[in-house]
């Protein structure tokens, strides 16, 4: 007969930690967030580190090159999305590698002939104010000018009038040659007085911006996290139809580790993806597998050699996976199950091999929750897409700035290769929506107070690393009337939107 879970599917929602003594060294400014990444034994030191515990999602909407280096600035690592060409998701891959703090690629480009209307819709596309005029529109093209806000008056001019009669034209421009450092561009730019710097090459391409205001925040990345040849780590997704192909690409542009992308992991599909790598790059390629939600998917995918494992089926925001097919489990109650079983193991055998819980995170506290339940770092989805640095567009909904986000299952992503049950190469039905989520600003900004919160929350645990959280939690299950206890009752909240003066 059918095997029975006698205890409720439990979300993050549904606990609480209850606090423990807190001795005076149990400040933010002690806590640290490093976490393994990669499995290690016993004794040792695990290959892969993160500096915080967060990483974003295998997504179109969230993660690109983009994002991998703004993740990385603050210490984590960006799986980019590998719903598209192994040629792409390569070149993304290479570009974020190549990145070098302080020196921008341009990503609001456009060629001469456009129009003040082009401008304008740029702008509002990125946000950005800076725009490099190059001759064929391209953020390596050659360049010809630049165009800034105060370089034309909406008021005052026809939106059909071309580019090339407003911008302020190369001959009137400071620029610095390729091979520029960084300290010399910053001393370019603040003996100048001028706001950005354009780097070209001997030809006259357009290399990198380097701007006046990122100047204070370069110096301010000591969370960084880096490779041994000073570059930022970049993660990529891959499926387990094409890795043979997508698997070398990967690694030629420098990935730094893999992750299988699958709503489901426990499947001889996962088993004969990992076997592959390591028959051809041995231990040298860091590789993560999953998702899985109870002991026995974690047990084998430990077995097949993964990395590192995923936790969690149908609780993204925009998964829609237990509604169409019945499958999955609340994030709570399988992040505790996977993370005994990884005890475990550990005990057995002398290898930790690290859990990422993804999906369920609604709440800053819930990333806590997760970390204290027991895995090591957490993906995230929705949370990044709302960021400046995701690649999704910034739209006006009602008033309301917002950012689109869709799932790899939507109809839109069509990334059949993530619920790939060995059939036909197609989309048969939807798992995922098509939606928008509330615009918050830069990355930067908004990950720094949700960690600040995580750290203080750690404090009131009396604890200071992520270890010790694990070990040392006290988490309680709380009824609904505890729930409404838990906000704000029984009085009568102001209308924030009224001026009292």
């Known amino acids: 007969m059918a095997q029975y879970f006698t205890e409720p599917s439990r979300t993050f929602s549904e606990f609480l930690l209850v606090p423990g003594y807190s001795s005076k060294e149990c400040t933010v400014e002690n806590v640290s967030l490093k976490t ?85 819709n740029l702008k509002q596309r990125t946000g950005h104010s800076t725009v490099a005029v190059t001759t064929d529109g391209t953020a390596q093209g ?111 542009a420098g990935v730094d580790i893999l992750c299988i992308d699958s709503s489901e992991g426990y499947s001889e599909w996962q088993k004969d993806t990992l076997e592959w790598v390591r028959k051809n790059y041995g231990d040298s390629v860091k590789i993560g597998a999953g998702n899985v939600v109870d002991k026995e998917g974690f047990r084998y995918l430990a077995d097949c050699g993964a990395d590192f494992v995923k936790i969690g089926i149908g609780g993204g925001s925009i998964c829609i996976t237990r509604e169409q097919k019945g499958i999955g489990r609340g994030q709570a109650s399988a992040v505790i199950e996977v993370a005994e079983a990884r005890d475990e193991y550990f005990k057995e055998t002398g290898v930790y091999i690290p859990l990422c819980s993804d999906g369920g995170i609604v709440y800053d506290y819930h990333m806590t929750l997760a970390l204290a339940m027991g895995a090591d770092f957490i993906m995230l989805g929705r949370y990044f897409a709302r960021f400046d640095e995701s690649p999704t567009n910034k739209v006006n909904i009602n008033g309301s700035y917002m950012k689109e986000y869709w799932g790899e299952g939507s109809a839109r992503a069509r990334n059949w290769q993530r619920y790939d049950m060995g059939g036909d190469s197609k989309l048969s039905f939807e798992e995922g929506v098509d939606s928008y989520v509330p615009y918050a600003g830069s990355l930067r900004d908004n990950v720094g107070l949700s960690l600040k919160k995580v750290k203080s929350t750690m404090c009131n645990c009396g604890v200071l690393s992520i270890p010790e959280l694990q070990q040392k939690s006290k988490i309680t299950v709380i009824s609904t009337t505890s729930l409404v206890e838990g906000g704000a009752h029984d009085v009568l909240l102001k209308d924030n939107s009224l001026n009292f003066k």
């Open 36 to 120: 393994p990444v990669v499995k290690f034994k016993k004794g040792e030191k695990p290959a892969l580190e993160m500096n915080i515990p967060l990483t974003s999602a295998v997504m179109q909407a969230v993660s690109d090159d983009k994002m991998a280096v703004a993740l990385a600035k603050e210490g984590g690592i960006s799986f980019i999305f590998g719903s598209q060409s192994v040629e792409s998701q390569a070149a993304m891959v290479a570009r974020a590698k190549a990145y070098k703090a302080g020196f921008v690629m341009s990503d609001s480009n456009i060629s001469p002939e456009d129009t003040l209307q082009d401008i304008l």
């Open 142 to 252: 050659k360049l010809v000018g630049l165009v800034t806000s105060r370089d034309y008056r909406i008021s005052r001019m026809e939106r059909d009038t071309k580019v090339s009669e407003f911008m302020t034209p190369l001959n009137q421009l400071i620029t610095a040659p390729a091979g520029t450092s960084l300290k010399e561009a910053n001393n370019i730019i603040w003996d100048n007085k001028i706001n950005q710097l354009p780097i070209v090459d001997s030809e006259g391409r357009l290399q990198y911006l380097v701007f006046r205001k990122d100047y204070d925040s370069h110096k301010e990345n000591s969370a960084e996290l880096l490779d041994a040849d000073k570059r930022y780590v970049v993660g990529a997704g891959i499926n387990t139809r094409d890795y043979m192909v997508r698997v070398p690409a990967l690694v030629e």
